[in-house]
């Protein structure tokens, strides 16, 4: 058992030192940095100004809205429709329908445009709904707390009551709002489509992808570190100390842990460029002092310290539009899904990689066997173009636990949103799969390593998987 | 002699040949045992089934009395025919990870990679990588990894091949010094000459059977032709001419001055009865009996049991 570590340890060092690892991982974050920031510093660049007409049925929100170098709040009465035609008439930008909320609060709005809507006017939009709710909330639950004091209290004045010492924590999770914020797009003929899962679409496609990418890119290093210990021979000289399958598990283990390696540290650091980018770069997005947000007229006087605190801790949420529209999914399942369907799935090609590695001898005989294993990953990947834009439908559903396409298929539906017993099967099955897989590989690979000068056949390799060690 | 290793019966079938039919080796402690054969005679799988890299289909392997197991490996060392080294990896290293892969710790390997790099000189290559080493000198660093582990068997495959003469000398002591301090050793080579000064016994195995085995010494006595060479003067006329008609002659060379010959005896005539023949009429240089060498042996046994099989094969057609 020690051996193998040995072997691992090997494995993933060579690796890491290597410079086109550095490399690799210093540019991935980059660029990933890059999709994040660039298009919101593109949206602040345009100067154009943005007309938004604000039908506000609650009445909460009147004048909320500030106009900026790049929005312009227009408020409007009317009845939806008519407000929608005069969108279209005037040529606005976009317009935001606030309904009579059904419970007591506002926690809903529609979006109307043209044109997509832009994700920081989205932030903005939600932001300031979300602050003017829970203020409202706060001052009804502070007005509640001193009523239990005083029950002749009216409203607020020249009192001796500490309004900080009635802020609980509980107060603040009561106040904690979530607004849905719906964009509609209206078509040339006033029809409309929805397309307020874009962010999920993005973050589904771009972990399907990535998990794509890892798959083959860590898979074709263990298919090239096996050839290379078949042609320099030195793997005779290993097997000779450890049994072919440890050299073949320590292998794939060691790559995945340098996959695993590269993908931590791009997730670490791209967040470190992210936010070092938003507090270098002042105003940028939406990221408002807190006491702006809490701007007199509210029916709060913002004179407490405490206020001021908590209302940083709330706004924290909402730093920047980005992670704000980010923010609705469920970030928890989605690292551990993609930490789990990266290593499961590299595992399961992994092995196959690894057979194909063992049973040519040099990398352009591997093109034969490369193609039947590659299909799978390529099939899912063309699917998922399918899936994103049907994340509840059959074929969603079955290329999500057919364990060769799960990995891909499965990651691009989580964002969505995916029934737990669902993820459940497709773990469990692709578990089971790739254990099947890494016993064949080592089949394959124990008498292939040591064959040499002879072109292998699919017929060939089926034999081998009855040999006696 | 205790045999230290011993394969009994041995068979290792593939796809579409078999490798080794019913071969049997007994290797006697601290001695040097040739394993001979022509290239593809199963020597290599052989080599393979001791050092565990695959089993056999049928028969046993004993090691120091005990049933070969996987503990075994960490007290068997193995030089393959076809060396190889992590190309991208530094020298040292390298020699760390095989080490410790024979089971050796970090700071024993270290220590010991520390003599045996001063003993070949090579310190300065420590950190250097192997593919920047000359084929000869990972050659070297190969047989310091063989041997970092101090192992008690030894498997040599061809361990001369890619050094030059002063390297080979220098690796032949180390194998004596080895086996001297201790150590068994399995010797694979085509180079009979070196068989000749290091074996002390060999097995030859031919088309996956053992044709011939023994002590060195015993096979080429056995294989003696009753055959000598003698050196003389003061007689110049032909040889023929004095040697009793039933002695085979089979060289003669004048020189100036000596004459060379070759005499084959038969059967069950001594050498004293050739020398007091020719000793009234030369006067005797040098009298030596020509003992055959194992490259003689090789071929002779080799080609007969080729010939052998053709003609059982014929027999049964």
Redesign the interface.
Known sequence: MN?IF??IK?EYL?RVQKKSFIVMTILGPLLMAGLFIVPVYLAQMSDEMKKIDVLDETGWFMNKFENSSRFNFEYVVDDLETAKANLSAKKGYALLYIPKPSATVPSAAVIYSEKQVSIDLKGYIKTVMAKEVENQKLGAEILKEIRKVNPEYKSFGNDSISRESLISEEILKNIKTNISLTSIQMGEEGKEAKSYTEVSMGVGMFAGILIYYFIFLFGAQVMRGVI??KV?????????????FQLMMGKIVGVALVGLTQFLLWLVLTLTIVTVFQTVMPGSVDKKSPTEVFSPGTRIPADAEAITEQAEAVNSTGMSAISEALGSINYGIMIFSFIFYFLAGYLLYGAFFAAIGAAVDNETDTQQFMMPVTIPLILAIVMAQVVINNPEGPIAFWFSIIPFTSPIIMMVRIPFGVPYWQLALSMGLLTVTFIGAVWLAGRVYRTGI?MYGKKVTWG?MW?WLFY?? | MESYFSAQNITKRY?HHTALSGVSIEVPKQSIFGLLGPNGAGKTSLI?II?????P?EGELFFNNEKLN?RH??M?G?L?E????????KVGEQAL??A???GVSRHDAMKKLRYWFEKFEIQAWWNKKVEELSKGMQQKV?FI?TIIHDPSLLIFDEPFSGFDPINVNLLKEEILNLRNNGATIIFSTHNMASVEELCDNIALINKSHKILEGSVKAIRKTYKTNTFALEYNQYKGPLRAILPAYYELLDEQQDDDLTKATVKLPAGVSQNELISALLPHIALHSFVEIIPTMNDIFIETVNKATSDSTNSQNALL
């Open positions: 051996k040995l072997v090997r060579s290379e210990e320099s021979r030195i793997v005779e000289v290993i097997v000779s100390s450890v049994k072919p040591l060939e034999k006696k060690g | 796809a393979r050092n565990q890299i695959t089993g289909d996987p490996t960490e068997i193995y393959p076809e060396r190889g080294l992590y190309k991208k990896m990870y095989l410790q892969l024979k190969q990894v």
